[in-house]
């Protein structure tokens, strides 16, 4: 069993930042790939950034140049800078690992998540 608690969430204006931080603990050995996912109400849950054991990255085309992922590995941590925020990022975001050795944004090869975080962007 892993374990992932996401914290950083919080409400900002048009342009603010957050961090996001995703701590990871129990069996995490397996994993080989971590991510973000958001859902907003009455959407689906997709996939905003992923990176890998060896520091490949993947974005959605909507968040690139506003959003980074980084891991700490020795902290067993996963961050999401998000900078210039807008109102469409509103949402829940949740961390989650996987895996499979290569970044991806698909919520179906993930095995664990976490409780989420919600993130508001008002006008």
């Known amino acids: 069993q892993v374990q992932l608690v996401e914290s950083g969430g919080g409400s900002v204006q048009t342009g603010g930042s957050l961090r996001l931080s995703c701590a990871a603990s129990?069996?995490?050995?397996?994993?080989?790939?971590m991510g973000w996912f958001r859902q907003a109400p009455g959407k689906e849950r997709e996939g905003v950034a992923s990176?890998?054991?060896?520091?490949?990255?993947m974005y959605i085309d909507s968040v690139k140049g506003r959003f980074t992922i980084s891991q700490d590995n020795t902290k067993n941590t996963l961050y999401l800078q998000m900078n210039s925020l807008k109102p469409e990022d509103t949402a829940m975001y949740y961390c989650?690992?996987?895996?499979?050795?290569?970044?991806?944004?698909?919520?179906?090869?993930?095995?664990?998540w976490g409780q989420g975080t919600q993130v508001t962007v008002s006008s």
């Open positions: 989650a690992t996987t895996p499979f050795a290569r970044p991806s944004l698909s919520p179906s090869e993930y095995s664990y």
């Open positions: 129990g069996d995490i050995y397996g994993r080989r790939s």
């Open positions: 990176i890998n054991l060896n520091g490949g990255t």
